[in-house]
């Protein structure tokens, strides 16, 4: 998902944020015909995520600029570690050094964060999932971090799978006097053979009514490990089931042993923190 078009359109966007007219700075302080060389440097350990927008910010601000990215997405590196070279016109290597930064750590950080969840559910058969609890406008890079880190996807947008969540499921039981499964059989009716359909639940006894109307996967919300074992129980192969709610690196092992499929995990996204790297420049030998 993320194409270079969509990398193209986020560096633009920062940079005609950050130096709508220019750098003010470095166009008065630094000479027009000045060359640097820079190292981004690892300041913590970490999974590194985002070459291809860190290449994409420089040859976007000029591209006499090269970049020689010293670590592939997806690997660790140790605190130290130099993780990509930058050379060029100085001017230009300053002005993209923030947004570069930013993104990179942004990226690395989800990566990082990810590769812990999917640690602690080793040896499950369970997949580590993100959710749509992405920053406005950095959704493709962010799940791509997400992957980077050993994760996996859940559905893009609203618009590729048909994901009924409590609020949805009160309207639509409304609608059919309170028959939940005759409610989900009409939606099921409506769409393709390629279309997914996935159903959110937060007891027990609401398994088999959704069951009934042949959904796809069965979303278990807020269950103890002890509930999400009688939930796999219950469903016994007829769906996949996925394990949403509450979920921490203290508590992901738990849940993974209960048999699920699929846990989603809003915190890779929505509260991550960004790894500490760093941009130090010198001048051209």
Known sequence: MLTPA??????????????????????????????????????????FSGSAVLVAVFAAVDARIRVDVEVRDGERFEAGAVLARIAGPARGVLRGERIALNLVQRMSGIATLTARYVAETAGTKARIVDTRKTTPGLRALERQAVRDGGGHNHRYSLSDAVLAKDNHLAVLAAQHGGDLTAALRAVRA?????????????????????????????????????????????????????????????????????????ISVGALTHSVRSLDLGLDVGLHP
């Open 190 to 262: 409506q769409l393709s053979h390629t279309t997914h359909l996935e159903v959110e639940v937060d007891r027990i006894d609401q398994i088999e009514p959704v069951l009934a109307a042949g959904v796809d996967t069965i979303m278990l919300d807020n269950f103890t490990p002890e509930e999400l074992r009688e939930g796999v129980a219950l469903v016994a192969g007829r769906a996949l089931v996925e394990a949403s709610g509450g979920v921490t690196l203290d508590t992901v092992a738990a849940i993974a042993a209960s048999g699920v499929d699929i």
């Open 6 to 47: 969509i990398i193209a359109d986020v560096v633009d966007r920062a940079l005609a944020e950050d130096s709508p007219w220019g750098d003010l700075t470095s166009e008065l302080l630094i000479p027009a015909d000045a060359e640097v060389v820079a190292t981004m440097d690892a300041r913590e350990p970490g999974v």
